[in-house]
């Protein structure tokens, strides 16, 4: 019973860390700049223009926030999402500071830690001597101690795939990396586009039933609203929880009920990494499912699925192989 406990524990704090309230996102298009999708996206013009040596953005959280140094040299990320889209962009050298999950790219394991992702070392993190803070929708007291300390500090929450895009627009703006984010959003929106292409067509009767499972004890699953059912959509299924709202339990009845063709569990999270993946292939009262008959059960790594950030369309990419093989 206590291992449970620390299970869960662990992925509610996964979740916290990286789950975001992911909408059905218009297709990607060609063009370089992501269209902003709602009133609290960053205001962002794509230029290739040299940036002002000051100037004003608005972050993800309405904040107006000055600019005035257009090269960091000293930045610290408050997130793996964020950190992820620094070493996208080319970034990793001027990174100061990280939180104890950031674990992709395996450079990041080497920065020094500013603490915990939910409980940052604020002493820490100013004694590093910040020219630049990404921070989330988590550290909002934290944005303030900073900023009081007369540091630069810049909130990114992305809802939706368009938001990631935009995050990482903003990020290149306020490096002085327009060019570089330019082109990863440019390749990110390709991809994007090569699987929407192929399943936006595809009838009712075409899609596959999907199943997300994050956790087995409860059954815990991914529904309307989540980065995994945003996925699911794009790549050509149909959440079997979309009738749920966010990330929520669900009965093993329910699960028989929708009889699922495809199921996809989260793994690679802590010690019970790939309980959930072996509580669906093992439980016997799932063993009539659509998916056990025909060996259509998977694993992903959660950090994909989860973070808003550049891999974010590897996942796609992952949810697409495993759910319509037939039309890669």
Known sequence: MKNNLRRIGLVLLVIAIFSGTLTACSQATESTAPAPVSTTTPTLTQTQTPTPISFT???HFGRVVTINNTNPQRIISLAPSNTEIL??????????????????PPEATTKPSIGNYTEPNIEEI???????VLATEEHETEMAQLESRGITVVGLYPKNMDDILASIILVGKITGQNKEAAALVADMQKRIKTITDKTSTLSAAQKKRVFYIIWHDPIWTAGGGSFADTLINMAGGINIAGDLSGYADISLEAVIAANPEVIIAGVGMGTGEDLPLEYIKMEPRLEELDARQNNRIYGVNMDIIGRPGPRIVAALEEFFRLIHPELE
């Open 126 to 132: 100013i004694a590093k001597e910040p020219d630049l």
């Open 57 to 59: 953005i608005t972050d």
């Open 87 to 104: 070493f996208a962009l080319g970034l990793g050298d001027r990174i100061v500071g990280v939180t104890d999950f950031d674990n992709y």
